[in-house]
T-cell receptor
Framework: GAVVSQHPSRVICKSGTSVKIECRSLDFQATTMFWYRQFPKQSLMLMATSNEGSKATYEQGVEKDKFLINHASLTLSTLTVTSAHPEDSSFYICSAAERRGTDTQYFGPGTRLTVL | GESVGLHLPTLSVQEGDNSIINCAYSNSASDYFIWYKQESGKGPQFIIDIRSNMDKRQGQRVTVLLNKTVKHLSLQIAATQPGDSAVYFC?????????FGTGTSLTVIP
Protein backbone atom coordinates (compact mmCIF):
# COMPACT_ATOMS: atom_id res chain seq x y z
CA GLY A 1 0.00 0.00 0.00
CA ALA A 2 0.84 3.72 -0.01
CA VAL A 3 2.17 3.89 -3.53
CA VAL A 4 2.86 7.21 -5.20
CA SER A 5 3.71 7.46 -8.87
CA GLN A 6 5.17 10.26 -10.95
CA HIS A 7 5.08 10.82 -14.66
CA PRO A 8 7.25 11.28 -16.57
CA SER A 9 10.26 9.79 -14.87
CA ARG A 10 12.63 11.70 -17.08
CA VAL A 11 12.17 14.66 -19.42
CA ILE A 12 14.52 16.64 -21.59
CA CYS A 13 13.26 19.87 -23.06
CA LYS A 14 14.43 23.01 -24.78
CA SER A 15 14.78 26.25 -22.92
CA GLY A 16 11.56 28.24 -22.94
CA THR A 17 9.18 25.31 -23.02
CA SER A 18 6.82 24.32 -20.22
CA VAL A 19 6.90 20.92 -18.60
CA LYS A 20 4.12 19.26 -16.63
CA ILE A 21 4.87 16.60 -14.02
CA GLU A 22 2.09 14.46 -12.58
CA CYS A 23 1.99 12.96 -9.11
CA ARG A 24 -0.59 10.32 -8.28
CA SER A 25 -1.44 8.43 -5.11
CA LEU A 26 -2.43 5.00 -6.41
CA ASP A 27 -4.01 3.28 -3.46
CA PHE A 28 -5.00 6.02 -1.06
CA GLN A 29 -6.54 9.46 -1.11
CA ALA A 30 -4.03 12.20 -0.49
CA THR A 31 -5.40 15.21 1.28
CA THR A 32 -2.03 16.86 1.02
CA MET A 33 0.69 16.58 -1.56
CA PHE A 34 4.14 18.09 -1.43
CA TRP A 35 6.60 19.03 -4.14
CA TYR A 36 10.32 18.91 -3.52
CA ARG A 37 13.38 19.72 -5.51
CA GLN A 38 16.64 17.91 -4.99
CA PHE A 39 20.08 18.83 -6.26
CA PRO A 40 22.83 16.21 -6.58
CA LYS A 41 24.09 14.94 -3.25
CA GLN A 42 21.80 17.29 -1.37
CA SER A 43 18.71 16.94 0.72
CA LEU A 44 15.16 17.61 -0.30
CA MET A 45 14.05 21.20 -0.60
CA LEU A 46 10.35 21.74 -0.07
CA MET A 47 8.90 23.89 -2.81
CA ALA A 48 5.22 23.89 -2.02
CA THR A 49 2.41 22.17 -0.21
CA SER A 50 -0.88 21.58 -1.93
CA ASN A 51 -4.18 20.63 -0.41
CA GLU A 52 -6.93 19.21 -2.57
CA GLY A 53 -9.24 21.89 -3.85
CA SER A 54 -7.26 24.85 -2.60
CA LYS A 55 -4.30 26.92 -3.71
CA ALA A 56 -0.84 25.68 -3.02
CA THR A 57 1.30 27.19 -0.31
CA TYR A 58 4.74 28.05 -1.63
CA GLU A 59 7.92 28.19 0.37
CA GLN A 60 9.86 31.39 0.54
CA GLY A 61 11.90 31.99 -2.57
CA VAL A 62 9.84 29.69 -4.80
CA GLU A 63 8.13 31.55 -7.65
CA LYS A 64 4.52 30.51 -7.84
CA ASP A 65 4.18 31.82 -11.38
CA LYS A 66 7.16 29.75 -12.39
CA PHE A 67 6.11 26.54 -10.69
CA LEU A 68 2.37 26.10 -11.13
CA ILE A 69 0.79 23.53 -8.87
CA ASN A 70 -2.68 22.11 -9.24
CA HIS A 71 -4.24 19.59 -6.83
CA ALA A 72 -7.54 18.97 -8.54
CA SER A 73 -8.39 15.65 -6.96
CA LEU A 74 -7.49 13.53 -3.96
CA THR A 75 -5.22 11.38 -6.09
CA LEU A 76 -3.58 13.81 -8.48
CA SER A 77 -1.35 16.84 -8.21
CA THR A 78 0.55 18.42 -11.07
CA LEU A 79 3.60 20.65 -11.16
CA THR A 80 4.15 22.72 -14.27
CA VAL A 81 7.53 24.31 -14.77
CA THR A 82 6.76 27.25 -17.02
CA SER A 83 9.27 28.66 -19.50
CA ALA A 84 11.92 26.29 -18.24
CA HIS A 85 15.55 27.34 -18.24
CA PRO A 86 18.73 25.31 -17.68
CA GLU A 87 18.85 26.37 -14.03
CA ASP A 88 15.51 24.59 -13.54
CA SER A 89 17.19 21.30 -14.33
CA SER A 90 16.84 19.17 -11.25
CA PHE A 91 15.24 16.12 -9.68
CA TYR A 92 11.65 16.87 -8.73
CA ILE A 93 9.99 14.64 -6.18
CA CYS A 94 6.43 14.64 -4.93
CA SER A 95 5.07 13.11 -1.77
CA ALA A 96 1.56 12.47 -0.56
CA ALA A 97 -0.01 12.26 2.86
CA GLU A 98 -3.42 10.89 3.64
CA ARG A 99 -4.11 13.48 6.29
CA ARG A 100 -2.65 16.83 7.23
CA GLY A 101 -0.22 17.25 10.03
CA THR A 102 2.02 14.44 11.11
CA ASP A 103 0.74 11.79 8.77
CA THR A 104 3.54 9.97 7.00
CA GLN A 105 4.59 11.26 3.61
CA TYR A 106 5.04 8.68 0.89
CA PHE A 107 7.29 9.71 -1.93
CA GLY A 108 7.06 9.27 -5.64
CA PRO A 109 10.01 7.96 -7.66
CA GLY A 110 11.00 11.43 -8.84
CA THR A 111 11.25 13.15 -12.20
CA ARG A 112 14.58 14.09 -13.69
CA LEU A 113 14.20 17.34 -15.64
CA THR A 114 16.96 18.44 -17.98
CA VAL A 115 16.55 21.77 -19.75
CA LEU A 116 18.87 22.31 -22.68
CA GLY B 1 15.30 28.00 10.84
CA GLU B 2 15.28 24.32 11.53
CA SER B 3 18.43 22.30 11.74
CA VAL B 4 18.36 18.61 11.15
CA GLY B 5 21.82 17.31 10.50
CA LEU B 6 23.70 14.08 10.39
CA HIS B 7 26.93 13.44 12.22
CA LEU B 8 28.51 11.37 9.43
CA PRO B 9 27.97 12.25 5.79
CA THR B 10 29.39 8.90 4.63
CA LEU B 11 29.53 5.48 6.20
CA SER B 12 31.11 2.28 4.94
CA VAL B 13 30.37 -1.06 6.56
CA GLN B 14 31.19 -4.67 5.84
CA GLU B 15 28.36 -6.86 4.68
CA GLY B 16 26.85 -8.61 7.65
CA ASP B 17 27.89 -5.96 10.15
CA ASN B 18 25.46 -3.64 11.89
CA SER B 19 25.16 -0.02 10.75
CA ILE B 20 24.32 2.99 12.85
CA ILE B 21 23.32 6.27 11.25
CA ASN B 22 22.91 9.30 13.45
CA CYS B 23 20.84 12.45 13.23
CA ALA B 24 20.68 15.55 15.42
CA TYR B 25 17.68 17.83 15.48
CA SER B 26 17.30 21.27 16.94
CA ASN B 27 13.64 21.77 17.74
CA SER B 28 12.73 20.24 21.08
CA ALA B 29 9.06 20.65 20.17
CA SER B 30 9.35 18.19 17.29
CA ASP B 31 7.18 15.20 18.03
CA TYR B 32 7.42 12.95 15.00
CA PHE B 33 10.41 11.60 13.13
CA ILE B 34 10.87 9.48 10.05
CA TRP B 35 13.82 7.73 8.47
CA TYR B 36 13.89 7.50 4.70
CA LYS B 37 16.15 5.55 2.35
CA GLN B 38 16.95 6.96 -1.05
CA GLU B 39 18.70 4.96 -3.73
CA SER B 40 20.43 6.69 -6.57
CA GLY B 41 17.98 8.25 -9.02
CA LYS B 42 14.93 7.24 -7.01
CA GLY B 43 12.58 8.90 -4.60
CA PRO B 44 12.89 8.48 -0.82
CA GLN B 45 11.40 5.35 0.62
CA PHE B 46 9.83 5.26 4.08
CA ILE B 47 11.73 2.97 6.44
CA ILE B 48 10.48 3.58 9.95
CA ASP B 49 8.99 6.31 12.08
CA ILE B 50 8.83 7.16 15.74
CA ARG B 51 6.80 9.56 17.84
CA SER B 52 8.16 11.54 20.72
CA ASN B 53 6.32 9.48 23.31
CA MET B 54 8.59 6.56 22.47
CA ASP B 55 12.33 6.12 22.68
CA LYS B 56 12.71 2.99 20.60
CA ARG B 57 10.89 1.33 17.77
CA GLN B 58 11.82 -1.77 15.85
CA GLY B 59 11.08 -2.89 12.36
CA GLN B 60 12.41 -5.61 10.17
CA ARG B 61 16.20 -5.41 10.62
CA VAL B 62 15.92 -1.74 11.56
CA THR B 63 15.63 0.00 14.89
CA VAL B 64 15.14 3.69 15.52
CA LEU B 65 16.23 5.22 18.80
CA LEU B 66 15.13 8.62 19.99
CA ASN B 67 16.89 10.53 22.74
CA LYS B 68 14.86 13.64 23.42
CA THR B 69 17.23 14.83 26.12
CA VAL B 70 20.03 15.43 23.65
CA LYS B 71 17.78 15.72 20.58
CA HIS B 72 19.34 12.79 18.84
CA LEU B 73 17.91 10.17 16.54
CA SER B 74 19.62 7.06 15.25
CA LEU B 75 18.86 4.34 12.76
CA GLN B 76 20.35 0.91 13.34
CA ILE B 77 20.43 -1.60 10.53
CA ALA B 78 21.19 -5.18 11.54
CA ALA B 79 23.19 -7.52 9.33
CA THR B 80 23.72 -4.90 6.66
CA GLN B 81 23.30 -6.14 3.11
CA PRO B 82 24.53 -4.75 -0.23
CA GLY B 83 20.96 -3.69 -0.99
CA ASP B 84 21.11 -1.35 2.00
CA SER B 85 23.59 0.88 0.18
CA ALA B 86 21.81 4.21 -0.22
CA VAL B 87 21.47 7.65 1.26
CA TYR B 88 19.51 7.77 4.49
CA PHE B 89 17.60 10.87 5.58
CA CYS B 90 16.00 11.68 8.87
CA UNK B 91 12.98 13.95 8.85
CA UNK B 92 11.65 15.96 11.77
CA UNK B 93 8.12 17.28 12.14
CA UNK B 94 7.88 20.45 14.18
CA UNK B 95 4.13 20.84 14.20
CA UNK B 96 4.04 22.71 10.94
CA UNK B 97 6.11 20.87 8.39
CA UNK B 98 8.77 18.24 7.94
CA UNK B 99 12.43 19.17 7.71
CA PHE B 100 14.89 16.78 6.15
CA GLY B 101 18.47 16.22 7.16
CA THR B 102 21.35 16.40 4.72
CA GLY B 103 21.60 12.65 4.41
CA THR B 104 24.20 9.97 5.10
CA SER B 105 25.54 7.86 2.30
CA LEU B 106 25.84 4.23 3.37
CA THR B 107 28.10 1.95 1.38
CA VAL B 108 28.10 -1.77 2.08
CA ILE B 109 31.33 -3.54 1.25
CA PRO B 110 30.79 -7.14 0.08
Amino acid sequence: GAVVSQHPSRVICKSGTSVKIECRSLDFQATTMFWYRQFPKQSLMLMATSNEGSKATYEQGVEKDKFLINHASLTLSTLTVTSAHPEDSSFYICSAAERRGTDTQYFGPGTRLTVL
Amino acid sequence: GESVGLHLPTLSVQEGDNSIINCAYSNSASDYFIWYKQESGKGPQFIIDIRSNMDKRQGQRVTVLLNKTVKHLSLQIAATQPGDSAVYFCAEYNGNQFYFGTGTSLTVIP
